[in-house]
Structures are given as C-alpha cells and as structure tokens.
C-alpha cells in the first residue's frame, strides 16, 4: 500500500511540474479591437517561441489597450504598421524588458506580425521587448536580417490596411516614450488605436 501511494504521488507531482511548466498555449489567438475595427491575430507559439510567450504575457497584462499605431509605412508602397508604446510612460517603463532572439521560421509576408527591433553590430534585429509590427506586403527581405514573425492576421487584415498613414514616421518614440498618448493626442489627433487587446481560442 505504502508502495502505490509513493507512487501515486510521484506521478501527481510530474502531473503538476508539467502543468506548471506550460505558462503558454500552443496556439491561441488575439481580438484587437481598434478604432478602424477588429483585428484577429492567429499565434502558433512553436514558430516563435520566445516572442510568443512575451506576447500572451503582455495581452493578458493589458499592455497593448490604448496604444497607438504610431509608425505606418504606406507610401511609395504598403510596408508596416507599427505600435507597441504604451499610453502611459510609467506602464511603458516597467515593461521595457528585452527579450532573447528567436529563428525566424515564418517569412515577413502580408499578413505575418513581428516585434519590431534594433540592428546589432552583427547585422541582425535583436533587442526586442513590446514593439511589434504589421506586415502589409511581402517584406521577405526582413528574413535574412533576423525579423521572426510569430503570428499571421486571420481577420481584419482589410482593416489593418485602412490605419491612418498620413503621419508616417514623423512621431517621434522617445517622445511617446516620455509622454505617452497626451503627446501623440496633441500633436498626431488623426491616428488610430488599439482599444483593446484580448486572449481568445487558447489550445493548451
């Protein structure tokens, strides 16, 4: 008797680590609710893992709610709508963690979302924490440089593609960084936003 117990909870325990140690789904899926309508981004976590991971923990901490899409590339052609700033500096502070690289597995097609990152002295993106872009074309050439997709936009892309475009690059980051939305509101009043960034479809 003594035996089966010893062994019953061994096996609760292995049970347990394994639950403990799977803080993220395989797949799962993000409802962006934006001022130009929904977005659905489809995340299967083995292709990124790292940036996956970083991503469920960030919309389940509500981080992406009220950021702006504050760089967005249309002209000469489609390229990228970025956001990942907070609206509010002290919540932008405590996130602005940098995670390890991942392989790229998906290509930087239309469609696909990446984090956005700096250039290494190697020559390859590194240094990600919250930033992630849309791609609105086949940018493949962002490969090679090190650019790893993690998810692909299910539904909404149409939407995605109506972001306001007019500003281009011209908010400057440090700038969001150190004042938030009120910055961006005064100055860019025509840009659009997350509302809110929700978890849904998980598969464990």
């Known amino acids: 008797m003594a035996i089966k117990f010893i062994c019953f909870v061994v096996l609760l325990f292995i049970c347990t680590a394994i639950v403990q140690s799977q803080t993220t789904p395989t797949s799962f899926s ?7 309508g929904d977005i ?12 996956a991971a970083h991503f469920y923990e960030l919309v389940q901490d509500q981080y992406y709610n009220e950021n702006a899409f504050f760089r967005v590339i249309q002209t000469p052609k489609p390229f990228v709508a970025q956001w990942g700033i907070s609206g509010n500096p002290i919540i932008s502070e405590k996130f602005n963690v ?41 940018n493949s050439f962002l490969d090679p440089m090190g650019f790893a997709p993690f998810g692909v936009i299910t539904s909404g892309f149409n939407n995605a593609m109506q972001i306001y475009s007019g500003y281009g690059q011209e908010p400057d980051q440090t700038l969001i960084y150190e004042d938030g939305n009120s910055y961006l509101e005064s ?18």
């Open 30 to 36: 993000v409802l962006f609710n934006t001022t130009k």
């Open 187 to 204: 100055n860019y009043p025509l840009l659009d936003y997350i509302i809110t960034a929700t978890i849904i479809n998980e598969q464990w």
């Open 40 to 51: 659905v981004l489809q995340v299967n976590t083995s292709n990124c893992p790292i940036g």
């Open 98 to 138: 940098t995670i390890e690289d991942d392989p790229v597995v998906l290509s930087n097609i239309a469609g696909t979302v990446a984090y956005a990152a700096e250039m290494g002295s190697n020559g390859l993106a590194c240094c990600r924490t919250t930033q992630l872009y849309i791609n609105f074309n086949n």
